[in-house]
């Protein structure tokens, strides 16, 4: 099953449930850089970055990248590339609000949803 998917996608997928978001990040970048029309490899991308900038205290950037990453999966509803983009859109768009939330009250104490990719086909 995991044989369909090129190895840079699994091996983002795996980094980024290990929390290395940075490291993430940087297995899709060569492939996106190689096929900028990949608007999906762009907002794993985007998602990471999100996270990346939400642990280090920039929301600014981690609610706005949140919420590009949603707008650019938009076109992958409902499953894409054995992700549910749905469920996925649900979380961006609750981690979005929590960073915007934190960005107004940095004292407050949010937290973000857990953010997981899960292949399910």
Known sequence: MWGQY?????EFIRLFNEGRYFESHEALTEAWSNNRANRFYKA?????????????ASYYWSEN????????????RPH????D????IRVLETCADVARAKRNDR??????PPVTLKLTQ
């Open 6 to 10: 090129p190895p840079e996608y699994l």
């Open 107 to 112: 004292e407050g104490d949010y937290k973000l």
């Open 65 to 76: 990248l949140f919420r590009g990453a949603r707008d650019l999966l938009m076109a992958y």
């Open 85 to 88: 983009i749905d469920e996925l």
């Open 80 to 83: 894409h590339a054995g992700l």
């Open 44 to 56: 794993l991308i985007q998602l990471a970055g999100a996270l990346q900038h939400w642990e280090e």
